[in-house]
């Protein structure tokens, strides 16, 4: 091996949203001396092919639904050109490339050295780095972090898949599909494919079994299934995709084959196929072997880390989706901050001993059309821990006020569940779906995370009208 180059006592494999906010607490905050390393944009998953432009086409979509809403109240809203796709793009692309430079100037104003390379892990304290320059560099640390976060999944088994991209790809088409097909049914899908029907393009989504969604409780999986073929989604169910080839007589165009179970077997012709479903742990040329870091023994690649983020040896720690534990950009922040108060606080302030996430309670929002928000136990898993006779269950399904001047066809449900358990009824479960829910459920969460009680809700005085009024006048 080469001389060792550099050496730090903390350094930080992975620029996404957690390596970051980490490796910026423990030099801007503690002092130590850290590099952090990153092969792709900085920001991550979320900053550059997630939730931020993920974010910003949800929104053009709500204003293309809202346009058409706009006559019930009264607009004439003449739309003289279809969604401009390209100038989008070139836009939301430019707001990207401007958070990726907020990203390295905060790395640089908190001392954080920041190498743009491929990290390959040795041993426990050394790390061989491949530059742009297609030179290697040799680094050595007191503590490594591993947060390279995750990638999409692709379904290698089907024949044609090559034709199709992922969530990845998705960013990157500069022109607007006319049909696609989506295949998967979580999160991801369910959001890519509200928002290009929303946009206009004719959406066909493909789920393996009978449900969506099927980490979130049977409310919600219900509902968005529901709202979503009372939008024009074409769901097939229990379907699966067999094969893709190039359609030869179209240009750009596919022929899907599938089977299905709630629609006859058939072929589809698209201009896109969509893959989401799932992601799996950024790990596979990073070394852990070398370093003896254990992985679960799934297959999918996670690295196993207890509550305090250690993994299986003493100086490497783990954050963020390559732990496979709640895979959210704001868990992975949340854990990274903790992590370097624990490294590198706790010499100047004891209190900081044992800082670790808490990930119980962690609040959660898929951008569908329309939103669906959740926190803590489904209905199936709080009958499992508690037992069906110990849980007390609310329901509320009502139209929002939004809705009141449009036809009986146009107007979306809204529905809430509450959760409760015990003699004084704490709040173990909320979920909601409805206008606003990602803002509805942020403050909600607080009240849950406190332990709060369904009286607790009863007591707090409503705000009318709103939609949030009905989590708290529940019977």
Not at 140 to 165: C, F, M, Q, S
Not at 265 to 283: H, M, N, Q, T, Y
Not at 301 to 318: H, R
Not at 324 to 339: H, N, Q, S, Y
């Amino acid at each position: 091996m080469a001389p060792i180059a550099k050496e730090c006592d903390y350094l930080v494999i992975g620029g996404g949203s957690g390596g970051v906010a980490s490796a910026r607490r423990a030099a801007g905050i503690h002092g130590a001396k850290t590099i952090l390393i990153e092969s792709n944009r900085l920001g991550g998953t979320c900053v550059n092919v997630g939730c931020v432009p993920k974010k910003v086409i949800w929104h053009a979509a709500a204003i293309a639904e809202t346009i058409k809403e706009a006559k019930a109240y009264g607009f004439n809203v003449q739309e003289t050109a279809p969604f401009d796709w390209p100038a989008f793009k070139r836009k939301r692309d430019a707001y990207i490339k401007r958070l990726n430079g907020i990203y390295e100037r905060n790395l640089s104003n908190e001392k954080v050295e920041y190498i743009h390379g491929r990290a390959h892990l040795l041993n426990s304290n050394d790390v061989e780095v491949d530059l742009d320059s297609g030179e290697k560099t040799y680094l050595r640390a007191k503590k490594i972090l591993i947060a390279t976060g995750g990638h999409p999944n692709l379904p290698r088994d089907v024949p044609g898949y090559e034709h199709g991209i992922t969530s990845d790809g998705f960013f990157e088409l500069e022109k607007q599909p006319k049909r696609v097909a989506v295949v998967g049914a979580g999160y991801i899908a369910i959001e890519m494919a509200g928002m290009l029907n929303a946009l206009g393009t004719e959406t066909h989504l493909f789920i393996r079994k009978d449900k969506l969604l099927r980490s979130f409780d049977p409310l919600l999986q219900d509902t968005v299934a529901k709202e979503y073929e009372r939008l024009g989604v074409n769901l097939y169910r229990s379907s699966n995709v067999s094969r893709v080839e190039p359609d030869p007589g179209r240009d750009g165009w596919l022929k899907v084959r599938y089977t299905s179970g709630n629609r006859d077997d058939g072929e589809l012709d698209v201009d896109c196929v969509l893959w989401a479903i799932g992601r799996s742990p950024e790990v596979e040329d990073l070394g852990l072997e070398k370093a003896g870091v254990k992985q679960r023994q799934d297959g999918k690649g996670v690295v196993e880390a207890d509550a305090y983020q250690n993994t299986s040896v003493d100086n490497i720690y783990a954050i963020g989706d390559v732990c496979g534990l709640v895979e959210l950009t704001p868990v992975a922040i949340a854990a990274g901050r903790r992590l370097s108060d624990r490294l590198f606080g706790a010499a100047k302030d004891p209190s900081l001993k044992e800082s670790k996430l808490d990930y119980s309670y962690v609040p959660s929002v898929v951008f569908a059309h329309p939103e669906a928000g959740s926190i803590g136990l489904t209905e199936p898993q709080a009958v499992d821990k508690y037992g069906r006779e110990s849980l007390t269950i609310y329901r509320s399904n009502f139209v929002a006020l939004y809705y009141s001047m449009m036809e009986p066809d146009e107007k979306a449900s809204s529905s809430y569940k509450l959760i409760c358990t015990g003699p004084d009824q704490k709040v173990v479960g909320l979920h909601i779906i409805g206008l606003s829910s990602s803002e509805i459920l942020q403050g909600f969460g607080v009240a849950i995370k406190l332990g709060a009680t369904k009286r607790d809700f009863d007591n707090c005085v409503a705000i009318h009208p709103t939609s949030a009024e009905e989590l708290v006048t529940m019977k």
